[in-house]
C-alpha cells in the first residue's frame, strides 16, 4: 500500500495566527515530500518541494517565510502557515514520494481545508 | 509558454458507455504523464504512470495512451459506472525537474444511469 495521511482535515483560525499541518507516509518512507495548494475550480499548484534532512525548494512566488516547511523524518513533513490572512485560506494537499525500482510515484493525503477569518 | 490543457466542460456519460478523456500539452518535453482521480473535497489519487516511450497501458478498465508527437494523453474507463464520477487530472513530470508534476485543470466526469 501507499497511505498518506494529513493532520488536521479543516482547520478555522484567526488572522494572525499560525496554523501547522502535518503530512505522514504511512506504510513507505518518503525522502521527498511535495506540498500543494489548491484553489475553487482550479487545479493543484505546487508549493513547494520538501526534502528529508534539508531545506525545503519552493516554487517561484511562494514566500518561503510565510510557509515554513520541516521535513524532519522519512515519515513525516509539516508545514506551518505564519501570519495567516484571509487570502490563505485554501485546500492545502501534500504528497510523499514512494520509490520502487526506477519509477517514482507520488501519493497524495486527503488535504486540509484552512479558512482564515 | 507551457501549458496542460484538459476540458474544463462536464463530460455526461451513460452507465456501460467508455468515457474517454483529453490532455494536450505544450512546451514540454514529459518523462511521464500520470492520471490522478480526485472527489471533491479530497487528495488526488493515483491511477496510471505512463513513461514517454510507452504507447500505451492498461490496467482493469483504465486504458491509457500517450502520442509525444501529439503532445497527447488520452484517458479511457471503459464500462463506466456512476461510481466513476469524479474530477480527473493529468499530470506531466517533465525531464529534469526532479519528479516535480505540473497539473492540468482537471475534467468533471459524470456517469448517469
Known amino acids: 500500500g501507499a497511505v498518506v495521511s494529513q493532520h488536521p482535515s479543516w482547520v478555522i483560525c484567526k488572522s494572525g495566527t499560525s496554523v501547522k499541518i502535518e503530512c505522514r507516509s504511512l506504510?513507505?518512507?518518503?525522502?521527498?515530500m511535495f506540498w500543494y495548494r489548491q484553489f475553487p475550480k482550479q487545479s493543484l499548484m505546487l508549493m513547494a518541494t520538501?526534502?528529508?534532512?534539508?531545506?525545503?525548494?519552493?516554487e517561484q512566488g511562494v514566500e518561503k517565510d510565510k510557509f515554513l516547511i520541516n521535513h524532519a523524518s522519512l515519515t513525516l513533513s509539516t508545514l506551518t502557515v505564519t501570519s495567516a490572512h484571509p487570502e490563505d485560506s485554501s485546500f492545502y494537499i501534500c504528497?510523499?514520494?514512494?520509490?520502487?525500482?526506477?519509477?517514482?510515484?507520488?501519493?497524495f493525503g486527503p488535504g486540509t481545508r484552512l479558512l482564515v477569518l | 509558454s507551457q501549458k496542460i490543457e484538459q476540458n474544463s466542460e462536464a463530460l455526461n456519460i451513460q452507465e456501460g458507455k467508455t468515457a474517454t478523456l483529453t490532455c494536450n500539452y505544450t512546451?514540454?518535453?514529459?518523462?511521464?504523464l500520470q492520471w490522478y482521480r480526485q472527489d471533491p473535497g479530497r487528495g488526488p489519487v493515483f491511477l496510471l504512470l505512463?513513461?514517454?516511450?510507452?504507447k500505451e497501458k492498461r490496467k482493469e478498465r483504465l486504458k491509457v495512451t500517450f502520442d509525444t508527437t501529439l503532445k497527447q494523453s488520452l484517458f479511457h474507463i471503459t464500462a463506466s459506472q456512476p461510481a466513476d464520477s469524479a474530477t480527473y487530472l493529468c499530470?506531466?513530470?517533465?525531464?529534469?525537474?526532479?519528479?516535480?508534476?505540473?497539473f492540468g485543470t482537471g475534467t468533471r466526469l459524470q456517469v448517469t444511469l
Open positions: 504528497s510523499a514520494e514512494k520509490v520502487t525500482g526506477s519509477q517514482e510515484t507520488q501519493y
Open positions: 506504510d513507505f518512507q518518503a525522502t521527498t
Open positions: 520538501s526534502n528529508e534532512g534539508s531545506k525545503a525548494t519552493y
Open positions: 512546451n514540454y518535453s514529459p518523462a511521464y
Open positions: 505512463i513513461r514517454e516511450n510507452e
Open positions: 499530470a506531466l513530470e517533465a525531464t529534469g525537474t526532479a519528479s516535480k508534476l505540473t
